[in-house]
């Protein structure tokens, strides 16, 4: 999925989730975030994750389109859970369903919010810079994800990819993120190029409508109030 497929699902989405206020939809994905670093433990971690289902669904969000986006944070986070499972494999596993589930959680907030309101809504609280360098990561992530999936392909098509090869897995891994590392600082100083010759003097111009706040609006905030309590307190199994 591209950057174009992203807004257009949120732009022209027509579900319940699109028509809430952007302040409540950041609310929820805060409390769902809060809820995904705490939890540590299958039960909540699952709970969790059927939320997030469950929310996709009556999002009305095509998960063929956006599942598979969260499986590079699982890729990614493989290593740490490698290291955790030297102490428990419970851990390994807890470690992948937290990089997922909130990868899930940020792709539900994209997916239903026009990245415009969410920037404009964020620029009322922290330093227009803040939010000119999220616009600019926001982008730029895309383009680095599809970079990614063209070093993927020439792994797997040039032999670096060994199922039941761990280090030769880890080499093709460190390899990748060399060369996004690489290809970021360039990829940075050509956007800071492109902009200073558009004219950018430091703050781009946003707007966002806040209120009148919505029933499901309310209902968004309380739920994902009730989803972090629900996750912090002990539960009796």
Known sequence: MHLADIDQISNNGESLLHKARALSKIALTFFLLSSFIIANDFVRLGCLMAILFLLFILGKIPLKQVVHLALYPAFFSIIFALISAQQSWRLGIVVIMKAVGAALTMLLLITTTPYIDIFALLSLFIPNLLVDIFLFTYRSFFILFHKIQNLIKSIRLRGGYK???????????????????????????????????????????????????????????????????????????
Do not use: Q
Request: proline content about 5%; aromatic content about 12%; charged content about 15%.
């Open 163 to 237: 199922p039941f090869n761990l280090w030769v897995n880890l080499k093709s891994v460190a390899g990748i993120l060399g060369v996004l590392i690489m290809h970021s600082f360039e990829m940075s100083e050509r956007m800071y190029k492109v902009y200073t010759l558009r004219g950018y003097k430091g703050k781009i111009p946003l707007t966002v409508e806040i209120f009148p706040l919505k029933a499901i609006d309310y209902i968004m905030i309380i739920t994902g109030a009730v989803i972090l309590v629900g996750t912090v307190i002990p539960w009796r199994i």
